[in-house]
């Protein structure tokens, strides 16, 4: 069975750092992409970050320039470095991963990891 397992939230002031993981574990045939997402009280999730098997990363608008998405294939993990974070950054982020198993091409979710950030 894929699971994908989160690491890293916390609470930290406005203009500090985190850093999240997320591994993929199970019988994994490929990784096709993976991701972050966040939904914060009230409303919809969004995007925040993905980044393609070859490394080709896309951000959301209000994250480019203080986050970083990366990976390393050897670990099915990736990475989400968040630099410069702001009170509206709080949310609970949810890694995403486009994978090939056993039951062929599906979209996996994590549990998803708590970040607050206090003004």
């Known amino acids: 069975q894929v699971q994908l397992v989160e690491s890293g939230g916390g609470l930290v002031q406005s203009g500090g750092s985190l850093r999240l993981s997320c591994a993929a574990s199970?019988?994994?045939?490929?990784?096709?992409?993976m991701g972050w997402y966040r939904q914060a009280p009230g409303n919809q999730r969004e995007l925040v970050a993905v980044i393609k098997s070859g490394g080709r990363a896309n951000y959301a608008d209000s994250v480019k320039g203080r986050f970083a998405i990366t990976n390393d294939n050897a670990k099915n993990t990736v990475y989400l470095q968040m630099n410069n974070l702001l009170p509206e950054d709080t949310a609970v982020y949810y890694c995403?991963?486009?994978?090939?198993?056993?039951?062929?091409?599906?979209?996996?979710w994590g549990q998803g990891t708590q970040v607050t950030v206090s003004s």
């Open positions: 995403n991963a486009d994978l090939a198993t056993v039951r062929g091409r599906e979209e996996y």
């Open positions: 199970g019988v994994i045939f490929r990784i096709y992409g």
